[in-house]
């Protein structure tokens, strides 16, 4: 009796699967590369975007399946090997497969692989959405010094806190412009005012210490900054600053007059604890230890609570201080909604697409192969 009609072939189920694996993966490489993914360009209206890009590490649970689908067509291969004669195949099992077999687990690993996909929600292009806008621009200014680097709130640092806090807030926004500028010793803007809050979460996302080397907290230049960024439309206009208040240069009376002209809303958001925390001398390499004073004592950043105060009463706005890892963005929301003017406009704005629901798609049709497969096998020799 030929024993190749009732054992797997693992060696050829390796090789065809990781060939499989290799193709998947070459293709959906051009696929990203074509749409220029893995470029840096300012149209992101062509470019291919992943809003949760961390779930693409998801794709090592394919290679745990495999594993496991090969150990067990291997477990059968022996049991028959070491407990059963040849002479008495044919009479208790039925033939085998291997290429059915690899199929069947081709369409399973296909619905994890384009499930995983639909996690990361790619985005092309942009779609129009018809939606109530409240009458406010907010341009979130954030602190980008290297004493937002800091981890005394959990060890955690406060730029974390502070992104993990505004993407948060974004999420909680209806209809608003926002807009984001980014300042240490001097200010830059990192996102025009848009109804995009994708794109305002990618931003976020991004921001590092190191995109400015001029460092210090240069309030009055993240202020004037952001006071350049709106429009000239009759809409209530909002600052929210995020900052630690240290190493501050003081506030410019000028462009508090010009604030208060324009009645420009304040909001101040305080990151940190007065206990403080050192600074490593380089994030990326802690291995070099901790900056020193001349006296070689290690310097200790602490939250400027006194000035975050001081600044929200001199802008008439509102302060707040947050010493938790996981931010409760609620008062700052309702200091928002403050802002506003109390009515709203209906709008046509335009946001990124999501294409999740074609990987969804393709997960649905690998479902139907895999249990069609299934049921024709209850009828058909394995």
Request: proline share 3%.
């Amino acid at each position: 009796m030929n024993k190749k009609l009732f054992t797997y072939s693992i060696k050829q189920f390796i090789f065809i699967w990781l060939v499989y694996e290799l193709v998947f993966f070459a293709l959906l490489f051009v696929l990203f590369y074509f749409f220029d993914f893995f470029k840096e360009t300012t149209n992101l209206d062509q470019q291919l975007i992943l809003e949760h890009p961390a779930n693409l590490f998801l794709f090592c649970i394919i290679p745990v399946l495999a594993f496991l689908q090969i150990s067990s067509l291997e477990r059968r291969n022996r049991m028959l090997a070491d407990h059963v004669e040849s002479k008495f195949y044919q009479l208790l099992f039925k033939p085998v497969s291997t290429k059915k077999a690899l199929l069947r687990f081709i369409f399973m690993r296909n619905i994890v692989a384009f499930l995983i996909l639909a996690l990361a929600n790619p985005l092309l292009g942009k779609m129009k959405q018809n939606t109530k806008a409240d009458n406010l621009e907010l341009v979130i200014c954030l602190d980008i010094s290297n004493s937002m680097n800091a981890k005394d709130i959990e060890n955690t640092s406060r730029l974390e806190i502070s992104k993990r806090a505004l993407s948060q807030l974004v999420n909680q926004l209806k209809g608003e412009r926002i807009g984001m500028c980014v300042f240490a010793g001097t200010a830059f803007v990192q996102l025009p005012l848009t109804n995009d809050y994708h794109a305002a979460k990618l931003f976020v996302q991004e921001i590092e210490t190191d995109m400015i080397s001029a460092q210090g907290t240069n309030i009055s230049s993240a202020l004037t900054t952001a006071n350049k960024m709106f429009t000239k439309l009759k809409t209530s206009k909002g600052i929210l600053l995020v900052t630690d208040g240290e190493d501050h240069e003081g506030l410019n009376d000028s462009i508090i007059e010009v604030l208060k002209q324009n009645k420009i809303e304040i909001s101040v958001v305080g990151i940190g604890t007065e206990k403080g925390a050192p600074l490593l001398i380089d994030v990326k390499k802690p291995g070099l230890g901790y900056k020193k004073s001349d006296q070689g004592e290690v310097i200790i950043s602490r939250l400027n609570s006194a000035f975050i105060k001081d600044l929200a009463n001199k802008l008439n706005g509102s302060a707040s201080v947050t010493t938790s890892a996981f931010p409760n963005m609620n008062e700052v929301l309702t200091e928002i909604n403050q802002m506003k003017q109390g009515n709203s406009r209906n709008l046509e704005i335009e946001i990124k697409e999501s294409w999740y629901q074609i990987p969804v798609g393709l997960a649905v049709i690998n479902l139907i192969l895999f249990f069609s497969m299934s049921f024709s096998l209850k009828k058909q020799p394995w």
